[in-house]
């Protein structure tokens, strides 16, 4: 059974830093182009980053491109993001996925798996 597991959201002050890690299991995704999107409280789920498994490269929203990082462990089935600079803004559930397709189909929200999110809050 494939799984996507999300973890490391929760409550921090603007300015702070959070990691998320989302650890993927029932098949191999070193092929996969894995990464995160997030929605908003009445918003609709906007992509964040992402990283592809065959070349390496990254892709992200230009609003978080200079304080948010994303990086993967593949022999963990292990992807990453890490959150500095956060702002009230960035407040939303924070859902990993996996796409067997690139980059641009991942940022379509073209996703094989989903995980099934963890909360990021940031206060003022």
């Known amino acids: 059974q494939v799984q996507l597991v999300e973890s490391g959201g929760g409550l921090v002050q603007a300015g702070g830093s959070l990691r998320l890690s989302c650890a993927a299991s029932g098949r191999t995704f070193s092929t996969y182009t894995m990464g995160w999107f997030r929605q908003a409280p009445g918003k609709e789920r906007e992509f964040v980053a992402c990283?592809?498994?065959?070349?390496?490269?990254?892709n992200s929203l230009d609003s978080v491109k200079a304080r948010f990082s994303i990086s993967r462990d593949t022999a963990k089935n292990t992807v990453y993001l890490q959150m500095n600079s956060l702002k009230p803004e960035d407040t939303a559930v924070y859902y990993c996925g996996a796409a067997f397709s690139g980059i641009e189909h991942f940022r379509s929200g073209g996703m094989d798996y989903w995980g099934k999110g963890t909360l990021v809050t940031v206060s003022s």
């Open positions: 990283i592809s498994g065959r070349t390496g490269l990254t």
